[in-house]
């Protein structure tokens, strides 16, 4: 079985420019999260979707961050304009439903690290 | 709002011999889950050991175990016979009602050969 991928593995970018992030979950799985990872610092749900439906993004910064997941499969995580205080590793992870219990079932990918200069 | 604490930054231990992690974490929900997560330097996340606070026992994963203490708010990973690959930062991480996952500062863990 195929994991969660993600891409690129290493973006650097000048502070005000834009990035994006892409992530492919595990083939039927449901739900899907995306992670912000700050060096030293344990993973920080950014964004959690339920097939295309956003179930939460409470702690997503949506002045300057953007995530859609067209098609209840793929994702794609923007950040414009960047800020220095985003670099980080960004995480994807899916897991096949969100109901209790199942949703900690979460599988990650080798996620994205983010240096912003 | 619940919160993960875990205040070894970090941890060494001899190859062969056993290890315990702490963790303590915050919460008024009496149904929850608890999470022992090792990412090593590649950066993937792998789940070790999980426990559902409404089972006594504590759950067991070959070499893994946890001290699950409920009323103390206390979830312990012990890791036994520790070997090379066991080294990497270990995250305690907590889900409760919401079904989002609150994670620790983590662990990091060296093994010395």
């Known amino acids: 079985e195929a994991g969660v991928a993600q891409s690129p593995r290493y973006k650097i970018i000048e502070k005000r420019q834009s990035v994006a992030f892409w992530c492919n979950p595990i083939s039927g799985h449901a739900t899907l999260y995306w992670y912000q990872q700050i060096l030293g610092q344990g993973p920080k749900l950014l964004i959690q979707f339920q097939n295309n439906g956003v179930v939460d993004d409470s702690q997503l910064p949506k002045d300057r961050f953007s995530a859609e997941r067209l098609k209840g499969v793929d994702s794609t995580l923007k950040i414009q304009p960047a800020k220095l205080e985003d670099s980080a590793v960004y995480l994807c992870?899916?897991?096949?439903?969100?109901?209790?219990?199942?949703?900690?079932?979460?599988?990650f990918g080798p996620g994205t690290r983010l240096t912003v200069t | 709002a619940q919160t993960v604490t875990q205040s070894q930054p970090e941890m060494s231990v001899q190859e062969a011999e056993t290890v315990t992690l702490s963790c303590t974490y915050d919460t008024s929900e009496s149904d929850y889950y608890l999470f022992w997560y090792k990412q090593p330097p590649s950066r993937q996340m792998i789940l070790v050991i999980r426990q559902e606070a409404y089972k006594q026992q504590n759950a067991t994963e070959n070499r893994f175990s946890v001290n699950f203490q409920k009323a103390a708010k206390s979830f312990s990973l012990k890791i036994s016979d520790s070997q090379l690959g066991d080294a990497a930062m270990y995250f305690c991480?907590?889900?409760?009602?919401?079904?989002?996952?609150?994670f620790g500062t983590g662990t990091l863990l060296a093994v010395q050969p």
């Open positions: 992870a899916s897991s096949l439903t969100w109901t209790s219990g199942l949703a900690y079932e979460q599988y």
């Open positions: 991480a907590y889900g409760g009602a919401t079904n989002k996952l609150i």
